[in-house]
Protein backbone atom coordinates (compact mmCIF):
# COMPACT_ATOMS: atom_id res chain seq x y z
CA UNK A 1 0.00 0.00 0.00
CA UNK A 2 1.15 3.24 -1.18
CA UNK A 3 0.69 6.06 1.78
CA UNK A 4 3.86 8.42 1.04
CA UNK A 5 5.39 9.30 -1.70
CA UNK A 6 7.31 12.80 -2.43
CA UNK A 7 5.74 15.83 -4.41
CA UNK A 8 6.65 17.52 -7.35
CA UNK A 9 5.23 21.10 -7.27
CA UNK A 10 3.17 22.49 -9.90
CA UNK A 11 5.39 24.92 -11.20
CA UNK A 12 7.80 22.25 -11.31
CA UNK A 13 5.46 19.56 -12.99
CA UNK A 14 4.36 22.98 -15.58
CA UNK A 15 7.88 22.16 -17.07
CA UNK A 16 8.44 19.07 -17.31
CA UNK A 17 4.99 18.85 -19.19
CA UNK A 18 6.75 21.00 -21.69
CA UNK A 19 9.39 18.48 -21.54
CA UNK A 20 6.94 15.73 -22.39
CA UNK A 21 4.95 16.96 -24.95
CA UNK A 22 8.29 17.97 -26.82
CA UNK A 23 9.14 14.29 -26.37
CA UNK A 24 12.56 15.42 -24.49
CA UNK A 25 13.96 13.06 -21.85
CA UNK A 26 12.74 14.76 -18.03
CA UNK A 27 16.27 15.94 -16.99
CA UNK A 28 16.17 18.15 -13.38
CA UNK A 29 16.95 21.62 -13.41
CA UNK A 30 18.74 23.26 -10.92
CA UNK A 31 16.07 25.30 -9.40
CA UNK A 32 13.83 22.37 -8.58
CA UNK A 33 13.36 21.71 -5.30
CA UNK A 34 16.02 21.00 -3.11
CA UNK A 35 13.75 20.97 0.36
CA UNK A 36 10.99 17.79 -0.77
CA UNK A 37 8.06 17.48 0.73
CA UNK A 38 6.16 14.11 1.68
CA UNK A 39 2.41 13.71 0.24
CA UNK A 40 -0.07 11.78 2.73
CA UNK A 41 -3.48 11.05 2.13
CA UNK A 42 -5.96 14.06 2.16
CA UNK A 43 -2.88 16.10 0.66
CA UNK A 44 -3.91 18.32 -2.02
CA UNK A 45 -1.06 17.34 -4.91
CA UNK A 46 -0.67 18.55 -8.02
CA UNK A 47 -1.04 16.28 -11.22
CA UNK A 48 -1.18 15.85 -14.69
CA UNK A 49 -4.26 14.97 -16.52
CA UNK A 50 -6.18 15.90 -20.14
CA UNK A 51 -7.46 19.14 -20.22
CA UNK A 52 -9.26 19.02 -24.20
CA UNK A 53 -6.91 16.94 -25.27
CA UNK A 54 -3.67 18.95 -23.75
CA UNK A 55 -1.73 17.41 -20.55
CA UNK A 56 -2.30 19.96 -18.17
CA UNK A 57 -1.16 20.51 -14.38
CA UNK A 58 -4.05 20.70 -11.52
CA UNK A 59 -4.08 19.90 -7.89
CA UNK A 60 -6.12 17.07 -6.80
CA UNK A 61 -6.69 15.88 -2.94
CA UNK A 62 -5.19 12.49 -2.27
CA UNK A 63 -8.27 10.03 -1.80
CA UNK A 64 -11.60 9.20 -2.48
CA UNK A 65 -14.50 9.45 0.38
CA UNK A 66 -17.07 6.86 0.59
CA UNK A 67 -20.24 6.77 2.69
CA UNK A 68 -18.89 2.77 4.16
CA UNK A 69 -15.06 4.20 4.54
CA UNK A 70 -13.81 5.91 7.96
CA UNK A 71 -11.08 6.90 6.10
CA UNK A 72 -9.85 8.27 2.83
CA UNK A 73 -9.65 5.19 0.08
CA UNK A 74 -6.39 6.80 -1.42
CA UNK A 75 -5.23 3.67 -3.58
CA UNK A 76 -6.83 1.44 -6.13
CA UNK A 77 -6.13 -2.44 -6.61
CA UNK A 78 -5.78 -2.76 -10.20
CA UNK A 79 -7.55 -6.35 -9.35
CA UNK A 80 -10.81 -4.47 -8.08
CA UNK A 81 -11.34 -1.98 -10.56
CA UNK A 82 -11.17 -4.69 -13.60
CA UNK A 83 -13.73 -6.95 -11.40
CA UNK A 84 -17.00 -7.73 -13.37
CA UNK A 85 -19.81 -5.77 -12.54
CA UNK A 86 -19.92 -2.08 -11.00
CA UNK A 87 -17.59 -0.99 -8.32
CA UNK A 88 -16.38 2.40 -6.91
CA UNK A 89 -12.89 2.02 -9.74
CA UNK A 90 -14.74 1.33 -12.69
CA UNK A 91 -15.82 4.70 -14.44
CA UNK A 92 -12.55 6.58 -13.37
CA UNK A 93 -10.49 3.67 -14.89
CA UNK A 94 -12.39 3.80 -17.98
CA UNK A 95 -12.88 7.55 -18.35
CA UNK A 96 -10.55 9.88 -15.73
CA UNK A 97 -7.29 8.43 -15.42
CA UNK A 98 -4.03 10.98 -14.57
CA UNK A 99 -0.44 11.09 -14.04
CA UNK A 100 0.85 11.57 -10.51
CA UNK A 101 4.77 12.89 -10.37
CA UNK A 102 7.23 11.63 -7.63
CA UNK A 103 10.63 12.44 -6.77
CA UNK A 104 10.10 8.57 -4.80
CA UNK A 105 8.01 6.91 -3.27
CA UNK A 106 7.49 4.70 0.44
CA UNK A 107 7.02 1.49 1.07
CA UNK A 108 6.64 -0.32 4.88
CA UNK A 109 8.76 -3.46 5.21
CA UNK A 110 6.63 -6.52 5.84
CA UNK A 111 8.47 -8.22 8.83
CA UNK A 112 11.62 -5.32 9.21
CA UNK A 113 11.02 -3.10 12.17
CA UNK A 114 12.89 0.21 13.44
CA UNK A 115 12.97 2.95 16.07
CA UNK A 116 10.95 5.93 15.11
CA UNK A 117 12.58 9.03 15.70
CA UNK A 118 9.22 11.25 16.80
CA UNK A 119 7.81 9.20 19.16
CA UNK A 120 10.88 6.47 19.95
CA UNK A 121 8.44 3.71 19.25
CA UNK A 122 9.09 0.54 17.56
CA UNK A 123 7.18 0.40 13.93
CA UNK A 124 7.38 -0.88 11.00
CA UNK A 125 10.92 -0.04 8.69
CA UNK A 126 9.96 2.22 5.44
CA UNK A 127 11.65 2.41 2.69
CA UNK A 128 11.98 4.78 -0.05
CA UNK A 129 11.98 3.98 -3.80
CA UNK A 130 13.38 5.89 -6.56
CA UNK A 131 14.69 5.30 -10.37
CA UNK A 132 17.92 4.89 -10.95
CA UNK A 133 17.94 6.64 -14.29
CA UNK A 134 14.91 9.08 -13.81
CA UNK A 135 14.91 11.68 -11.10
CA UNK A 136 11.20 12.54 -11.57
CA UNK A 137 8.64 9.46 -12.74
CA UNK A 138 5.36 9.26 -12.69
CA UNK A 139 2.48 6.49 -10.91
CA UNK A 140 -0.32 5.87 -12.69
CA UNK A 141 -3.79 7.20 -10.82
CA UNK A 142 -7.52 7.40 -11.50
CA UNK A 143 -9.70 10.79 -10.69
CA UNK A 144 -13.07 12.29 -10.27
CA UNK A 145 -14.65 15.59 -9.71
CA UNK A 146 -17.02 16.07 -6.82
CA UNK A 147 -20.47 18.27 -6.89
CA UNK A 148 -18.61 20.49 -4.48
CA UNK A 149 -16.00 20.85 -7.26
CA UNK A 150 -13.05 19.34 -4.86
CA UNK A 151 -11.13 16.84 -7.66
CA UNK A 152 -9.69 14.04 -5.64
CA UNK A 153 -7.54 10.83 -7.24
CA UNK A 154 -6.05 7.59 -6.35
CA UNK A 155 -3.48 5.47 -6.93
CA UNK A 156 -3.43 2.35 -8.85
CA UNK A 157 -1.60 -0.44 -7.59
CA UNK A 158 -0.18 -3.80 -8.87
CA UNK A 159 1.70 -6.95 -7.57
CA UNK A 160 4.97 -6.04 -6.99
CA UNK A 161 8.36 -6.70 -8.87
CA UNK A 162 11.41 -8.08 -7.88
CA UNK A 163 12.76 -4.80 -6.87
CA UNK A 164 9.58 -4.27 -4.10
CA UNK A 165 8.48 -7.83 -3.45
CA UNK A 166 11.15 -8.35 -0.63
CA UNK A 167 9.97 -5.22 0.92
CA UNK A 168 6.27 -5.72 0.29
CA UNK A 169 3.20 -6.90 -1.39
CA UNK A 170 2.02 -4.48 -3.11
CA UNK A 171 3.29 -1.32 -5.59
CA UNK A 172 2.33 1.60 -7.16
CA UNK A 173 1.76 1.41 -10.85
CA UNK A 174 5.38 2.82 -12.21
CA UNK A 175 5.06 4.10 -15.43
CA UNK A 176 7.87 4.40 -17.57
CA UNK A 177 7.85 8.30 -19.91
CA UNK A 178 7.33 6.06 -23.17
CA UNK A 179 3.92 5.05 -21.77
CA UNK A 180 2.21 8.20 -20.51
CA UNK A 181 0.35 8.53 -23.34
CA UNK A 182 -0.84 4.98 -23.62
CA UNK A 183 -2.04 5.40 -19.86
CA UNK A 184 -4.08 8.25 -20.82
CA UNK A 185 -5.51 7.54 -23.79
CA UNK A 186 -4.31 4.21 -25.43
CA UNK A 187 -4.76 0.53 -23.95
CA UNK A 188 -4.13 1.16 -20.44
CA UNK A 189 -4.49 -2.36 -19.62
CA UNK A 190 -1.31 -3.44 -21.39
CA UNK A 191 0.45 -1.49 -18.59
CA UNK A 192 -0.24 -3.98 -15.53
CA UNK A 193 2.16 -5.62 -15.44
CA UNK A 194 5.64 -3.92 -13.77
CA UNK A 195 8.35 -6.79 -13.53
CA UNK A 196 10.29 -4.65 -16.51
CA UNK A 197 10.73 -1.18 -14.17
CA UNK A 198 13.52 -0.89 -12.34
CA UNK A 199 13.47 0.37 -8.70
CA UNK A 200 15.70 1.36 -6.19
CA UNK A 201 15.35 1.05 -2.17
CA UNK A 202 17.02 2.88 0.43
CA UNK A 203 16.21 2.92 4.16
CA UNK A 204 13.87 5.69 5.39
CA UNK A 205 12.54 7.49 8.23
Known amino acids: MCGRFI ?6 LSEIIQEIEANRPINPM ?4 AVRQAAYPGSDVSVALLNGGQLAATELRWGYEASWSRGLIFNTRVETALKPGRNMWQESLRERRCLVPTFGFYEPHQTETGTSPRTGKEVKQQYL ?12 G ?6 SGQGRFSVLTTVPNRDVQPVHNRM ?22 RSAVRLSASKAV
Open 7 to 12: VVPKEV
Open 30 to 33: PDWP
Open 129 to 140: FTRPDDPVFFLA
Open 142 to 147: VYECES
Open 172 to 193: PLVLEQHELETWLQGDYLTLFD
